[in-house]
């Protein structure tokens, strides 16, 4: 690892911004605020969140940190923000938060919590309802400018009050050896803003896996696991205007909506996977798309499909912002990398649905939530305030990649800094204005559970798309009337 602190997948980041001693101090001043707790000092606001993000909130080696940003914000110098590292699995995180908040815990004061599960705490009250303590000028610069998907996320289904601030979002796009595809007589030069339907972007994709040689045509995730069912396989269902529960206006509320994962349009992004994955002699493989994805896709989560692509073994790849900070830099393909929004099977004027259809990407992304129990809200307000401000986001972004949520910002960060995400940056805001949230409810890990099973299922052939579909649709429907039930409905 060379001393530099792991992203978000365990890759050595390129730049390193603590040494080695500097981020063993914080840890250990972290470990010593959280086993006081109460007698920390008074100044100190403690702010969960991972690695990434503590290696860039101090330094003592005269670098730009998010500590001196805030401060530049407004923030009191005297009010110190120290971030206490979690796990950086998303599932184990948000046990050891439910943990915490159930006992009634403090320090932490804010919790940087997931997208994806922040609503289930809003539900539960285990969050502090900033609509009523925030100040006005701020939230409605919040509410107004921030990224609404992200803020759909980050507010109460119930009651549209803003429980969360969103740190940073995160988005898939489609990574593509530009050099590969234009040797094999493709014109890529619209992809970025006006990408293909998915049958141009296979044929193209396999025709210059089979000029270049390369290993594979197209790396994705499809193991069975939270990624599948909230991320890779929304992308790919949105773009033929698929979905779960019908229009997006159904993803926050669980117990009386529809099940719609048996229609044709998740069928046919089924189908189009098994293409991708066993070729024409699958009985259930959509006919026109060719076989463009090893077998082993069905094994492979964020880092075991990016892996081949930086390696030079794959035309194409799907994945988050950071893997173009991984593959763009010109010790790798340069701008020899094509980034592109996801592809498309069906226009969004032609959706029966509303939200899906065309483009989409799937969110990702963190939030900030002010712990209910904390004795220094005051303080810890003014923390989130301080992480409203433009100059804060730009620096996490130059400092660590993470995306501003207000997406305007992008064209406003340091070329030299941010590295080679500045050449992307339509592409990351036309998939940040498609972006599709997670269906984030309070059974949404069960629900999570049942759809990753069944779409792995028919993934690798274990299944048919009707069959794993039907069996689909009954545990979800099961699942909305037990959530029915508990309601007395």
């Not at 009651?159 to 601030?165: E, K, R, V």
């Not at 595809?181 to 006006?194: P, V």
């Not at 070329?415 to 080679?420: A, L, S």
Request: hydrophobic fraction near 35%; aromatic fraction near 8%.
């Amino acid at each position: 690892m060379g001393g530099q602190p792991a992203d978000r997948n365990g890759r050595s980041t390129r730049r390193a911004f603590v040494t080695t001693a500097s981020t063993a101090a914080v840890v250990a001043g972290i470990g010593v605020a959280g086993c006081l707790g109460q007698t920390r000092d008074e100044r100190t606001i403690v702010m969960t969140g991972d690695t990434d993000f503590q290696d860039i909130m101090h330094t003592d080696d005269g670098e730009p940190s998010v500590q001196e940003a805030l401060w530049d914000a407004g923030l009191d110098e005297d009010v110190t923000v120290e971030v206490q590292a979690s796990v950086d699995d998303s599932a184990q995180r948000m046990q050891q938060y439910q943990s915490a908040l159930q006992a009634g815990r403090s320090p932490p004061d804010i919790f940087m919590m997931d997208s994806g599960w922040t609503i289930p705490f809003i539900l539960r009250e285990q969050t502090t309802n900033l609509t009523e303590v925030l100040p006005t000028d701020v939230r409605d610069r919040v509410e107004d400018e921030y990224l609404e998907a992200a803020l759909e996320t980050a507010r109460d289904p119930e009651t549209g009050d803003l429980h969360a601030i969103p740190l940073f979002p995160d988005f898939g796009t489609m990574l593509y050896r530009r050099d590969l595809i234009e040797d094999a007589g493709y014109e890529t030069d619209g992809w970025g803003t006006d990408p293909p339907t998915w049958q141009e972007f296979a044929e193209a994709t396999s025709e210059a896996q089979s000029v270049a040689g390369t290993q594979y045509g197209f790396t994705t995730q499809a193991a069975a696991y939270e990624g599948l069912a909230c991320c890779s396989f929304v992308e790919v269902m949105s773009t033929w205007a698929g979905a779960y529960y019908g229009g997006t206006e159904n993803l926050f509320t669980a117990g009386d909506r529809p099940i719609t994962v048996d229609e044709g349009p998740v069928l046919d992004a089924i189908r189009m996977m098994r293409a991708f994955i066993h070729g024409s002699e699958d009985d259930h493989a959509l006919e026109g798309y060719p076989q463009i994805c090893p077998s082993a896709i069905v094994q492979w989560s964020e880092q075991e499909s990016l892996d081949p692509f930086a390696d030079g073994n794959a035309v194409s790849h799907r994945n988050w912002p950071f893997a173009i900070a991984e593959t763009g830099g010109e010790d790798v393909f340069g701008e020899d990398l094509g980034v592109m929004p996801m592809p498309y099977a069906v226009p969004e004027d032609e959706s029966a649905y509303e939200g899906v259809g065309g483009t989409a990407a799937a969110l990702g992304g963190w939030h900030l939530t002010l712990n209910p129990n904390t004795e220094r809200d005051e303080r810890a307000l003014e923390v989130l305030e301080a992480f409203t401000h433009d100059d804060v986001m730009l620096t996490i972004f130059e400092l660590q990649g993470f995306l501003p949520p207000i997406l305007d910002l992008v064209e406003e960060a340091d070329p030299d800094e941010i590295g080679p995400v500045a050449r992307y940056v339509d592409q990351i805001r036309i998939a940040g204005e498609n972006a599709v949230p997670r269906p984030v409810t309070d059974v949404w890990p069960e629900q999570s559970a049942l759809i990753f099973q069944e779409v792995h299922a028919a993934y690798r052939g274990a299944k048919s798309p009707e069959a794993a579909m039907d069996d689909l649709s009954g545990r979800l429907e099961r699942s909305e009337r037990d959530v029915e039930g508990q309601n007395g409905d």
